[in-house]
């Protein structure tokens, strides 16, 4: 078996200060995000990046999170104040928040001709468990996914995390059934985190039934790579007489990242310098 673990609140954190997120919204993204981080780990490219995209037609709209192998994350949610009640069991409801009106989809850019795409029905909502849906349909790998969210009462993050054991295909049934008795104890991913516990410390807890070897720890972080040159390629790709069109209409542009909510303001003059640069 092998098992990946991730401890997210900062990254989380910087998301909800990046998008002014409810806590509802926190939730939802912070799940997307935690599975950003543990789908990274799994990448074998340092160049490749894995893009989880979750459409349930529900009122946090579309949530969206692109990982790289390095531990860096970034990602949005369509309607970062998303706010519903408590569902029954007093908790964010995250599930009606999403909606399973729609689809989770994997995106992996392996830097090869095509990336590669899964694609499933959402079951839940609920992220956590519409990932081990797509593990076992999309890649044949059964899989067992704990994500959670924690928000405090001054609605930051408290705790974040989540963690992905798989089956690998020569596990025997003997040890298939002690993992499903070993997790079976298990509390929530943010009571664990609430611990206080090292991650080497709650994967042992997690695994308590089996020897554990720790294979690599990486630095986790949200991480942004919008640039103003970035910006200015956009621009300029869009030709000189969309360019000439913004110069007209607006006599400036102003750009806004989606990924980390920053500016950039362009004024006439440089557009004109684009619009000179533009080749269509």
Do not use: W
């Amino acid at each position: 078996m092998r098992i990946y673990f991730a401890n997210c609140k900062e990254t989380v954190e910087q998301a909800r200060l990046y998008h002014d997120l409810s806590p509802l919204a926190s939730a939802a993204l912070g799940r997307t995000l935690v599975s950003g981080h543990l789908l990274g780990a799994m990448l074998k490219n340092d160049e490749a990046t894995v893009t989880i995209q979750v459409k349930g037609g529900g009122p946090a709209g579309i949530i969206l999170a692109v990982a790289d192998a390095k531990g860096g994350v970034k990602g949005y949610i369509e309607n970062p104040m998303v706010d519903l009640p408590l569902n029954r069991i007093g908790k964010l409801d995250v599930g009606s928040a999403v909606g399973v009106n729609g689809f989770l989809s994997v995106i992996r850019d392996l830097k090869m001709k095509e990336p590669y795409i899964g694609q499933v029905p959402l079951q839940t909502g609920e992220i956590g468990d519409d990932m081990a849906f797509y593990f076992a349909q999309s890649e044949q790998v059964p899989s067992v996914v704990g994500l959670g969210v924690l928000v405090d009462k001054d609605i930051s993050v408290a705790q974040a995390g989540g963690f992905i054991v798989q089956v690998m295909p020569d596990c025997d049934e003997l040890s298939l059934k002690r993992l499903e008795k070993s997790l079976e104890s298990v509390k929530s991913v943010t009571d664990m985190l609430s611990l206080g516990k090292t991650n080497e410390e709650l994967i042992v807890e997690l695994m308590k039934d089996f020897e554990v070897d720790i294979l690599e720890e990486i630095e986790i972080a949200y991480m942004c790579d919008c640039s103003k040159e970035r910006m200015e390629r956009a621009i300029i790709s869009l030709g000189k007489e969309e360019i000439r069109n913004i110069i007209d209409e607006q006599g400036e542009a102003e750009i806004t990242c989606q990924f980390c909510d920053r500016k950039y303001v362009f004024d006439k003059k440089t557009l004109e310098e684009f619009e000179n640069k533009s080749k269509k």
